[in-house]
Nanobody, 125 residues
Framework: VQLQASGGGSVQAGDSLRLSCAVS????????MGWFRQAPGKERVFVAN????????YYRDSVKGRFTISRDNARSEIYPQMNSLKPEDTAIYYC???????????????????WGQGTLVTVSS
């Protein structure tokens, strides 16, 4: 399974940005799909994910109400729509895929099996 993230860039605080993650070699409905981010000098942390084979979505507290993830099963792509961006959202964003039935919430990095290369989002004040 290969994941390709794209759509990052430099924006101003308050702007919006939509990232994409294209998945090949597998179908996104077969995996738990998630997004993580790594800010400069910090560890990689959970941002959002889909429950396996469902439309349930889960978000870290700091992005609730601002970020929305969606997916297109036919195109095998997932997208986070990021609104009201803040400087603290600056990070490299990674999409990831996890084999199901091995964890509860899939909010830990080690629970994911496949990773994209990351796309940089920079938010200036």
């Amino acid at each position: 399974v290969q994941l390709q993230a794209s759509g990052g860039g430099s924006v101003q605080a308050g702007d919006s940005l939509r990232l994409s993650c294209a998945v090949s070699g597998g179908t996104i409905s077969s995996y738990v799909m998630g997004w993580f981010r790594q800010a400069p000098g910090k560890e990689r942390v959970f941002v959002a994910n889909f429950g396996w084979n469902s439309d349930n979505t889960y978000y870290r507290d700091s992005v609730k109400g601002r970020f929305t993830i969606s997916r297109d099963n036919a195109r095998s792509e997932i997208y986070p729509q990021m609104n009201s961006l803040k400087p603290e959202d600056t990070a490299i964003y990674y999409c990831a895929a996890a084999k199901p039935f091995r964890a509860s919430w899939y909010q830990k990095e080690y629970e994911y099996d496949y990773w994209g290369q990351g796309t940089l989002v920079t938010v200036s004040s």
